[in-house]
């Protein structure tokens, strides 16, 4: 792992880059793949999968029976974990549910606000080599206590045309009924658009790869909204001398083995920390299955000593983590003092990999530097709050003028004129009755 001790704040941007390609690097094959499946609708997906996928298909949809087939097919004990997970993060997202906020601005002038769900949704959920069902409980339980009237799932086939049974177990069990074997820029492209068997939706959730995450954001272009720029996995773990070393090197080797294009970070204010995790890293490296991939995202990586909790997280801060350990002594410090985070982990005993499974909180989170101005996916990513008005005879009167003298300000005389005819109806009415 490459190691930096107190490094100097000139070279932050460069040493928190991440290796990820550019918008520029990719756009033009998810251009190409938007026109054709624009064009050609499912033929283009088909063919696009048959490429990326290396399998043929006849459908792609994934037929009712072998959804309700799939729990024959798994260990009773996975599908209680699934089953535990799924009543923690409905009990933590439901309680995220909030109240229509009513307020009578003056008198007269009724206003309030309520949330009303987005109606057609698409989860991506990516697979390969790690097909990751948890991410199915983070996007549709949500869509669910939101009240998303259509939910549509797209996740790459494996080799032999299929989605692995727990992955079709947790969408049964989440209540998807349309789930679609496309993976990757076709799939985000037949979601945008809409193909003769795939509904076009008005916003797109998951995570991906680099190609997913660009052709989600140009997805925007066409009318889509996104839940976030979500691309490969990354970890800063914030540590002093109060941290275990076999702790910290685990939580960073389980997101070295997401994918070779990952990152994982140390901040630490203790030197001989730098060293002992280190050694772990490299000594755990060996008893994992996923060794070669967390081996390439390891290069990426790297464990950075600073002297000081200031500067630890002025450095934090400037790199905004997807995820957020910290195993420190004070803890309130960089609580208090840390605001680009997707989401924290607090103390020895508190993995990464609990937020990622089972502990409640939503594991689809901004990458790349965005926690600085997006928040991870929660309930309120499938809803759309809409604002409402109600206006008396007398709060018009009482608001009328105001409403006038600064329309006039802006030049709208139009705006003017739709209050001044109203008062003149009001007052009209007022002087027949005296």
């Known amino acids: ?181 496309v993976g990757g820029i076709q799939a985000v492209a037949a979601l945008t658009f809409g193909t003769q068997m795939i509904p076009k939706v008005f916003k797109i959730f998951g995570p991906g790869n680099q190609y997913v995450t660009v052709a989600k954001q140009l997805a925007t272009r066409y009318g889509v909204s996104i839940d976030m720029p979500a691309g490969p996995s990354e970890l800063l773990v914030m540590a002093d001398e109060t941290a275990v070393p076999e702790f910290i090197a685990s939580d960073l080797l389980s997101q070295a083995e997401h994918g070779t294009d990952s990152q994982v970070i140390m901040v630490t204010t203790s030197e001989q920390l730098v060293e002992e995790v280190e050694r772990e890293v490299w000594s755990q490296l060996e008893e994992l299955p996923r060794k070669e991939i967390a081996k390439k995202a390891i290069a990426n990586s790297k464990l950075i000593y600073v002297p000081t909790s200031e500067i630890a997280v002025a450095l934090i801060n400037e790199y905004g983590p997807e995820h957020y350990i910290l195993c420190v002594r004070d803890e309130e410090y960089f609580l208090e003092n840390t605001y680009n985070a997707g989401s924290v982990f607090i103390g020895n005993y508190t993995p990464e990999s609990a937020g990622d499974y089972a502990s409640g909180t939503n594991h689809t989170l901004p990458t790349n530097g965005y926690a600085k101005q997006y928040s991870g996916v929660n309930l309120d990513s499938f809803l759309k709050s809409i604002t409402f008005q109600k206006i008396s005879e007398k709060g018009l009167l009482d608001l009328g003028e105001t409403i006038e003298i600064m329309a006039e300000a802006e030049g709208l005389q139009a705006h003017k004129n739709a209050v001044t005819l109203r008062l003149a109806r009001i007052q009209k009415s007022i002087k027949a009755d005296i």
């Open 1 to 181: 792992m490459k190691k930096y001790f107190n490094p100097e704040r000139a070279d932050w941007e460069s040493l928190l880059s991440r290796p990820t390609q550019t918008v520029d690097d990719i756009e033009q094959t998810v251009q190409t793949i938007f026109k054709a499946v624009r064009e050609k609708g499912d033929m283009a997906v088909r063919e696009y999968t048959a490429k990326f996928d290396g399998v043929s298909l006849d459908s792609t949809l994934v037929e009712r029976q072998t959804l309700a087939a799939a729990a024959e097919a798994l260990d009773d004990s996975l599908k209680k974990a699934i089953q535990k997970a799924y009543a923690n993060i409905w009990k933590f997202h439901e309680a995220q549910k909030t109240k229509k906020v009513v307020v009578e601005t003056s008198q007269g002038v009724q206003c309030w606000q309520e949330k009303k769900p987005i109606q057609k949704v698409g989860l991506y959920i990516p697979g390969g080599t790690a097909p990751l069902f948890s991410t199915i409980l983070m996007l549709a339980i949500p869509a669910k206590l939101a009240g998303c009237s259509e939910i549509v799932m797209c996740s790459p086939p494996d080799k032999n045309g299929n989605l692995p049974n727990v992955v079709l177990y947790t969408a049964a069990l989440c209540g998807i009924t349309k789930v679609f074997k």
